[in-house]
């Protein structure tokens, strides 16, 4: 069964350091989702691609993170520099086409930055 | 704007009894309604959705719900749980319009006593 993987699976890092989160979304999803999980508290939703393009990054911190998906297939989230806020699971997730379809989620990213 | 409140954080309930997770939702349009379930450091996994025609909705691993427009309400039921079932559960709405952002609540934790 096809799923999205996402890498590392576990990062630590330094405040003010640049961290980058790896996603390959199932094969022929165009719509790729990032959200960010902070303990306790559901997904929040950092960025959405539809292809190449992004449609909606209204919660993205732009002075921090970025995201890229290039070739409309893997995805790159970036936060340069890191603050502790910034602690969380960081989850990658892709569909067919929008939210009428199912996403399927990988099994994020646990960042804690010390 | 839509929103999302999942009016329990933990629910406790004893080994084949049933139970009963509550969600209720704002929104200003006709919605698209979920529910997820997240085991301990994975992704969320879809157990059902409403999208339109029959309110009562059946899901995976014996999951069901029932969307109830004028209590503006779409809770989870299950008639006898597992042990398998102790996750967190999080209810979702999206907007059918546009590109359909979804928006999750803050998650409610079912612990199943053996």
């Known amino acids: 069964e096809a799923e999205v993987a996402q890498s590392p699976r576990y990062k630590i890092t330094e405040k003010s350091q640049a961290v980058a989160f790896w996603c390959d979304p199932i094969?022929?999803?165009?719509?790729l989702y990032w959200y960010r999980q902070i303990l306790g508290q559901g997904p929040e939703l950092l960025v959405q691609?539809?292809?190449?393009?992004?449609?909606?990054d209204s919660q993205l911190p732009k002075d921090r993170f970025s995201a890229e998906r290039l070739k409309g297939v893997d995805s790159t989230l970036k936060i340069q520099p890191a603050e502790l806020g910034d602690s969380a699971m960081y989850l990658c997730?892709?569909?067919?086409?929008?939210?009428?379809?199912?996403?399927?989620f990988g099994p994020g990213t646990r960042l804690t930055v010390t | 704007a839509q929103s999302v409140t999942q009016l329990d954080s933990q629910v406790p309930v004893f080994e084949e009894a049933p139970v009963e997770l509550r969600c209720n939702y704002s929104?200003?349009?006709?919605?698209?309604l979920f529910w997820y379930v997240q085991y301990p450091n994975q992704g969320l996994q879809l157990l059902l959705k409403?999208?339109?025609?029959?309110?009562l909705v059946k899901g995976i691993n014996g999951f069901e719900a029932e969307f109830n427009k004028s209590q503006t309400s779409f809770h989870l039921r299950k008639p006898s749980v597992h042990i398998s079932d102790t996750a967190e559960y999080f209810c979702?709405?999206?907007?059918?319009?546009?590109?359909?952002?979804?928006?999750f609540g803050i998650g409610t934790k079912l612990q199943v006593i053996p």
């Open positions: 094969s022929g999803h165009a719509t």
């Open positions: 979702a709405v999206s907007d059918p319009g546009g590109y359909q952002k979804v928006t």
């Open positions: 997730a892709s569909s067919e086409g929008n939210s009428f379809y199912e996403q399927y």
């Open positions: 409403y999208l339109s025609g029959s309110t």
């Open positions: 691609f539809q292809d190449e393009s992004v449609v909606d």
């Open positions: 929104s200003s349009v006709s919605v698209y």
